[in-house]
């Protein structure tokens, strides 16, 4: 006989929560989605075990977002830093240039959750 895990919402705390197409999860209280690895069992808290993570954007590749799961195009690397920055309150860490193979250079940033 198993027991059910919960996944705890790490915004408000509650564990009505439902898996997403993306494998991320959604709060049903809150509405707030986010990365699957950021849900807690029952006994531990949001708080005290939040995953830090960093983002590494580039201008030539997109992907979803690892919070909410919308789509960050390739091309529009300012709009995903806004998208991050304004939406889920990462921060900018580093923007630079980085060239791949003899003559192409794209741009790249990194951003932190905390």
Do not use: W
Request: net charge neutral; with cysteine.
């Amino acid at each position: 006989m198993g027991s059910e895990v919960k996944h705890k919402c790490p915004k408000c705390g509650s564990s009505n929560t439902y898996k997403c197409d993306c494998s991320d999860r959604t709060c049903k209280d809150c509405n707030h989605t986010t990365a699957a690895v950021s849900f807690l069992s029952n006994n531990e808290t949001a708080k005290e075990n939040k995953q830090h993570i960093t983002i590494r954007l580039s201008s030539d590749t997109g992907g979803p977002c690892p919070e909410c799961c919308k789509f960050l195009s390739s091309g529009e690397l300012p709009q995903n830093i806004d998208h991050l920055i304004n939406e889920h309150g990462f921060k900018l860490k580093s923007i630079g240039q980085e060239t791949i193979g003899d003559n192409c250079q794209i741009s790249v940033a990194f951003m932190v959750n905390k």
